[in-house]
Each structure stands twice: as C-alpha cells, then as structure tokens.
C-alpha cells in the first residue's frame, strides 16, 4: 500500500523555522522526484520545492527561494523541507508529492500556521 504520511507542521511566530517530514513507504522512493506543494485557506494549490530523482537538482517558488530547502533521504524514504524566516503569508496545508511518469501520489497534508 502506497503512503506518504507528512509530519512536523505546527504553530510558529514570524521569523520562526519548521522542518517538515514526508515519510514514503510502498513505491519504489528513490525512482521518484519529490515536491512540496502547500495550499492556503481559498487559494489553488501551488509548487513551493522540487527535487529530481537523484536530489541534485531542485526548484522553488520565487516567494520561498533563500527560505525554504527541499533535501531527500534515499535510505530513509522520506523527503524534508527545512523551512526558516517563516512569514504569515506562508501559512497552508503542506503536501509532499512523489511522482515518477504516469504515478502520482500525495499525502494527507500538515497544518503550518505562522502568527504572533
């Protein structure tokens, strides 16, 4: 059975950090590209991080680059999202993604509230 099960969300104050979790079990992990995608309260549902099969690319969204740090433990299945200078604007529900051609998977997604 196919699970990414996110953790580590939570409550922070502005300038705060939070590292996310996504552990993968089920898929053959390190043949998958892994992404981070978040979605606020009325809002789409958009890419933030990125990373190739390999990890040694990755992409962001233009308002979290030089924040956010999307790195992957191939002996671990499971991705990170090391998240620092968190911003009200950046409070969503964060979702990990594995894809891999035609596979798609999403997890169940993490509460990330930035407030004073």
């Known amino acids: 059975q196919v699970q990414l099960v996110e953790s580590g969300g939570g409550l922070v104050q502005p300038g705060g950090s939070l590292r996310l979790s996504c552990a993968a079990s089920?898929?053959?992990?390190?043949?998958?590209?892994l992404s981070w995608y978040r979605q606020a309260l009325g809002k789409e549902r958009e890419l933030v991080a990125a990373?190739?099969?390999?990890?040694?690319?990755?992409n962001y969204a233009d308002s979290v680059k030089g924040r956010f740090t999307i790195s992957r433990d191939n002996a671990k299945n499971t991705v990170y999202l090391q998240m620092n200078s968190l911003k009200p604007e950046d409070t969503a529900v964060y979702y990990c993604?594995?894809?891999?051609?035609?596979?798609?998977?999403w997890g169940q997604g993490t509460q990330v509230t930035v407030s004073s």
């Open positions: 990373s190739t099969r390999a990890g040694g690319s990755r």
């Open positions: 993604n594995a894809h891999y051609y035609g596979y798609e998977y």
């Open positions: 089920g898929f053959t992990f390190s043949r998958y590209a």
